[in-house]
């Protein structure tokens, strides 16, 4: 049994030499030492011995299976500098290549837009309030004095959810939602997206932008519209533009008009830009209509308003040339990038 034990010691050395992972020395550490380990085996089989010899074996069995775990730590210690080392290999990180460059964003050109016209506003004092662009028929329609049979009202021409509720066609609610809530003076702009059943083409898109504005104070007047929209068009388009206003029809207004700029590009002369005409519609207008004043139950003896909404897209085709609206919302980098 004495040349047994040299034996395994023997093996157990040359394994140990030739393994060269740790998984190897853990297998060879089963083999020998395991549950039935060639060593384990051997020390159970002592019980056939006489207590002499199996004392004597006994201890040459220690003395073996302490020279086996010191070889095996020591195995395992080596095996695991060399883990380390070749891990250090792998992972190495070259501080000196260089990065991975990533871009720098740009704001859409509606965004740019919407964010000019809003900078104007704020300088004159006016905060921005917000909406919801899922809106209810009343808020949209009946609160903004619309009759029952406007065409905008037609099925075919706004997008509704059910009966009560729609997709806004118009910022125009954003004032309704101001007079229920807040009291004189009132000064707000609503920038915000609306929604019309219409088909794409190079002009039209089924959603687009508005910015809508609403003043209610007392002595308010038609030269208050007059000259903060006059004021507006000179900080949007150029201090040498002039403005124009023209009579037009809106139920939430009343005198209702439109405000037409001259053209900033071609100083009023006539270009493709205005059709020839030297002049531009920017938005429409009016002095608020006091059956949307009483909405909000807001005295009309006491108090007078102006409101205003314009269409942003066609402020940004003009400002940039833009040829066709489609091309502001198919996201197209090489597109957007152009307005760093
Ligand atoms: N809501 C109108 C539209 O979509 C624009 C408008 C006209 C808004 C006159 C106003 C206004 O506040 O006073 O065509």
New binding site residues.
């Given amino acids: 049994m004495q040349n047994q034990l040299m034996k395994i010691l023997q093996e157990a050395k040359e394994q140990l030499q030739n393994a060269s992972t740790i998984i190897e020395t853990e297998e060879i550490r089963v083999k020998l030492l395991g549950k039935k380990g060639q060593l384990t085996e051997i020390l159970r089989s002592m019980g056939s011995l006489n207590p002499e010899e199996r004392k004597e074996f006994g201890k040459a069995a220690n003395s073996v299976r302490a020279e086996i775990e010191a070889l095996l730590e020591e195995k395992f210690a080596s095996m695991k500098e060399l883990q380390k080392a070749d891990q250090f290999i792998k992972e190495k990180i070259d501080v000196t290549e260089p990065g991975v460059k990533s871009e720098l964003g740009v704001k859409h050109p509606i965004t740019i837009t919407i964010e000019e016209i809003s900078r104007i506003f704020m300088r004159m004092g006016f905060s921005i309030a917000e909406g919801p662009e899922v809106e209810t028929v009343f808020n949209n329609f009946d609160a903004l004095n619309s009759p029952q049979n406007h065409p905008s009202r037609d099925m075919s021409d706004t997008f509704y959810i059910t009966e009560n509720i729609l997709l806004r066609?118009?910022?125009?609610p954003v004032?309704a939602r101001t007079l229920m809530k807040e009291e004189p003076p009132i000064k707000i702009i609503s920038p915000g997206r609306?929604f019309r059943v219409d088909t794409p083409d190079a002009t039209h898109s089924p959603m687009f932008h508005?910015v809508?504005?609403?003043l209610v104070d007392e002595g308010i007047t038609m030269a208050d519209l007059k000259g903060t929209l006059n004021s507006f068009a000179k900080q949007l388009f150029g201090s040498k533009v002039k403005t124009k206003f023209r009579p037009h029809y809106?139920p939430?207004?009343e005198p209702?008009g439109e405000m037409d700029v001259s053209c900033f590009k071609c100083g009023g002369v006539g270009c493709r830009f205005c059709k020839g005409s030297g002049w531009i519609e920017i938005?429409?207008?009016?002095m608020?209509h006091p059956n949307v004043l009483k909405v909000g139950h807001i005295d009309t003896e006491k108090y007078t308003g102006?409101?205003?909404?314009?269409?942003v897209e066609r402020i940004a085709l003009l400002k940039y040339e833009i040829e066709d609206i489609r091309l502001l919302y198919e996201n197209d980098m090489r597109f957007i990038q152009q307005f760093k």
């Fill in positions: 066609t118009q910022t125009s004032q609306c508005q809508e504005g609403l809106f939430f207004t209702s938005l429409g207008c009016g608020v102006f409101a205003f909404g314009m269409g």
